[in-house]
C-alpha cells in the first residue's frame, strides 16, 4: 500500500505545469481555521514522510510551484483529517476569500456577466500556468452559467470536487447568493475530452 502511494506521488509530481504559492497558502489556512497548528503540522509532517517536505509559512504567495505539490497538498489534507467531498468543496469556496487576486478582480468588475466571460479566464492565467477556462454559456434570467476547462487532467478529488467549491464561491462573491450549486457535468477522468460546469443559483 505504501509503495503504491509513492508511486501515486511520483506520478504527480512529475505534472507539467505551475501554481501560485497563494493556492497553497490557503490550504494551510483552511486547516489552521479547522485543526490548529497541530493540525497543519500533522500536515507538513506527512508530506515530509512523502518525500515532498513543505513549510506552508514560507511559502510566497505569488511564486510559482510544481502543480502536482498542490494537489499532494489536498489529497494529503484530506487523508489526514478523513475529510469527505463536502469538507473539500468548503476548502475550495473558503479559498476564493483568501486570494487577493480574485478580491482585485471581484471588486473592480461588479458585472457577473463581465467577470463570467472576460475576467474569469484571466483569473485563471493569474493562478495557473496550466489549462484554458473558457466560458461557454451565462443567463442571468434562468440563473445559470456553463464553464469549460481544457488541458487540466489532474486528479479528480481536485477537478471534481474542490473546483466545483471554487467556482461557487466566486460566483457566490458576485450575486450575494449562498444557494449556488455547482456540478462537473462532463471530466476527462470519465472519458470526456474536457472539464465542464453547470453553475446555478438562486
Not at 509532517?45 to 489536498?74: A, T
Not at 434570467?141 to 461557487?168: I, N, Q, T
Not at 460566483?171 to 455547482?182: A, D, E, G, N, V
Amino acid at each position: 500500500m505504501e509503495e503504491m502511494k509513492k508511486e501515486e506521488v511520483k506520478k504527480l509530481m512529475e505534472i507539467e505545469g505551475q501554481v501560485r504559492g497563494v493556492v497553497l497558502k490557503t490550504d494551510a489556512e483552511y486547516v489552521l481555521a479547522e485543526k490548529g497548528k497541530e493540525g497543519l503540522k500533522k500536515v507538513e509532517e506527512e508530506l515530509g514522510r512523502l518525500g515532498h517536505p513543505l513549510n506552508y509559512q514560507e511559502i510566497k504567495s505569488m511564486d510559482f510551484y510544481p502543480v502536482g505539490l498542490r494537489i499532494l497538498s489536498l489529497m494529503t489534507i484530506k487523508e489526514t483529517f478523513n475529510f469527505d467531498d463536502e469538507k473539500i468543496k468548503e476548502m475550495g469556496l473558503v479559498a476564493t476569500k483568501k486570494s487577493l487576486i480574485i478580491k482585485l478582480f471581484v471588486r473592480y468588475f461588479l458585472s457577473v456577466e463581465r467577470v463570467f466571460f472576460k475576467e474569469a479566464p484571466r483569473i485563471w492565467q493569474k493562478h495557473w500556468t496550466k489549462g484554458t477556462l473558457i466560458p461557454v454559456d451565462l443567463n442571468e434570467e434562468k440563473r445559470y452559467g456553463l464553464l469549460r476547462l481544457k488541458d487540466f487532467d489532474l486528479h479528480p478529488l481536485y477537478c471534481s470536487v474542490y473546483l466545483c467549491g471554487y467556482f461557487s464561491g466566486i460566483l457566490q462573491m458576485l450575486i450575494k447568493s449562498h444557494k449556488i450549486t455547482c456540478r462537473e457535468t462532463k471530466c476527462p477522468f470519465k472519458g470526456d475530452k474536457y472539464h465542464e460546469y453547470l453553475l446555478k443559483w438562486e
